[in-house]
């Protein structure tokens, strides 16, 4: 079974371009996340969606984040315009479980670089 | 609110010893708890979760936590540390019922020497 794919691995822009991620979640799973993962901290929810309904985006600064999972299946989050401080690693997370509480899955990640 | 401490950022151990790596949660309600490990440039792979029943969870690789209501904790553990398990190890606590949602913990970062 192909786990969650992400791409590109690797991403290095100046402050105030624009840079979109996307990821490809294992076949079946409803649930989508998005993850920022800042460098000596744990991953912290970005966004969480069920097939392509937004379930939970508290925590997108919505002023610069977005994300769509068009058709409920790949995702896509872009940063317009990025910031210094949105260097990190953006990691795609699946679930099987839908939104009882069960595994997620991880892609390897996106490590962006803001100069 | 639901939180997740693990207190040691950062542990060397000897290949061969035994390794016992701690997390507290903060949780009212009965944890979901899950222990991932990551390697340079990788994701987050799954170790082991508990849910609900023996309180001792075996996972992959050798690991076991046990979780004790009565601390707080849920406690990754290994008897015997292999070289390739040098990486980072992240404790969750999954939460919200409806919702299927994961707080993460800051990491420890452990190191094996020869």
């Known amino acids: 079974e192909a786990g969650v794919a992400q791409s590109p691995r690797y991403k290095i822009i100046e402050k105030r371009q624009s840079v979109a991620f996307w990821c490809n979640p294992i076949?079946?799973?409803?649930?989508l996340y998005w993850y920022q993962q800042i460098l000596g901290q744990g991953p912290k929810l970005l966004i969480q969606?069920?097939?392509?309904?937004?379930?939970?985006d508290s925590q997108l600064p919505k002023d610069r984040f977005s994300a769509e999972r068009l058709k409920g299946v790949d995702s896509t989050l872009k940063i317009q315009p990025a910031k210094l401080e949105d260097s990190a690693v953006y990691l795609c997370?699946?679930?099987?479980?839908?939104?009882?509480?069960?595994?997620?899955?991880f892609g390897p990640g996106t490590r962006l670089t803001v100069l | 609110a639901q939180s997740v401490t693990q207190p040691d950022i950062h542990i060397t151990v000897s290949e061969g010893a035994s390794l016992e790596l701690r997390c507290n949660y903060s949780?009212?309600?009965?944890?979901?708890l899950f222990w991932y490990v990551q390697s340079p440039g990788q994701g987050l792979q799954l170790l082991l979760k508990?849910?609900?029943?023996?309180?001792l969870v075996q996972g992959i690789k050798g690991f076991e936590a046990e979780f004790k209501r009565s601390q707080s904790s849920f406690n990754l553990r290994k008897p015997s540390v292999h070289w390739s398990d040098a990486a980072e190890y992240f404790c969750?606590?999954?939460?919200?019922?409806?919702?299927?949602?994961?707080?993460f913990g800051t990491g420890t970062l452990l190191a094996v020497q020869p």
């Open positions: 997370a699946s679930s099987l479980e839908g939104l009882l509480v069960g595994t997620q899955y």
């Open positions: 076949s079946g799973h409803a649930t």
């Open positions: 969606f069920q097939n392509n309904g937004v379930v939970d």
């Open positions: 949780y009212g309600a009965t944890p979901y």
């Open positions: 508990y849910f609900s029943g023996d309180t």
């Open positions: 969750a606590v999954g939460y919200g019922g409806a919702t299927n949602k994961l707080i």
